[in-house]
């Protein structure tokens, strides 16, 4: 069964924190993506990544970088924690394309709620 | 530029059909893509529709697609209270190659 994980479901981080935020999923799949979702905008994409060592900015990458080390394993990392940066954090994976044309069928994590104080 | 619009929220009575809407603007778009979020979890992915296609049925689901009016639409029939989630309506753009999200429709079923 196709499973994506997500190491926390709800995090309290300080402003100014570094913030970890970790995804790992079991289907070998090429290609994985950080999402953050906002009531009334919809999924919004942060960083995505087609390969290993490999990042794509997404719409919204400002305050964020991610890391990829292993095929497995895609890491988002808010480098200091802002207010604003409070929301759900939803990772996913997919297995078909290539690059720009990777994002079909994705599989998602249950999300991690991130409240920033 | 990509986008995908949907309405908010929508409430139906238990037994009775709903309708989700969704109007998009990339034209060449491939694939559209229905995903359901049951509370407290991720997306899963519901239905798609391939744009060669004019209608999709799968059991209770039913999917058109009017390509003329960039309108995808989703009927549930027989609504029951376990479909109460937000759908979200998601292209893939042309352009960028990525999903494109609606803002998402709760469905909420009353009983």
């Known amino acids: 069964d196709v499973k994506v994980t997500q190491s926390s479901r709800y995090l309290v981080k300080r402003t100014g924190e570094k913030v970890f935020l970790e995804c790992v999923q079991d289907m070998d799949h090429e290609n994985m993506f950080w999402y953050r979702q906002d009531p009334g905008l919809g999924l919004r994409l942060i960083y995505f990544?087609?390969?290993?060592?490999?990042?794509e900015k997404g719409d919204i990458p400002e305050g964020y970088s991610v890391s990829r080390e292993k095929k497995e394993r895609f890491s988002l990392i808010l480098e200091s924690a802002s207010t604003n940066q409070t929301s759900m954090y939803l990772c996913?994976?997919?297995?078909?394309?290539?690059?720009?044309?990777?994002?079909?069928?994705?599989?998602f994590g249950p999300g991690t709620r991130l409240t920033v104080t | 530029g990509e986008d995908v619009e949907q309405s908010l929220f929508l409430s139906v009575r238990e037994g009775d059909s709903s309708v989700i809407n969704c109007t998009y603007t990339d034209s060449s778009s491939t694939y559209l893509y229905w995903y359901k979020q049951e509370p407290g979890a991720g997306l899963q992915l519901l239905t798609y529709i391939f744009s060669n296609m004019d209608m999709k049925q799968d059991q209770r689901l039913t999917v058109l697609l009017n390509k003329k009016d960039k309108h995808l639409s989703l009927r549930i029939a027989d609504t029951q209270t376990g479909d109460s989630a937000i759908y979200f309506c998601a292209e893939i753009g042309s352009n960028t190659g990525k999903l494109i999200f609606g803002q998402g429709t709760t469905l909420q079923v009353k009983p």
């Open positions: 990544s087609y390969d290993v060592k490999m990042k």
């Open positions: 996913a994976s997919s297995s078909e394309g290539v690059g720009l044309k990777s994002s079909y069928e994705q599989y």
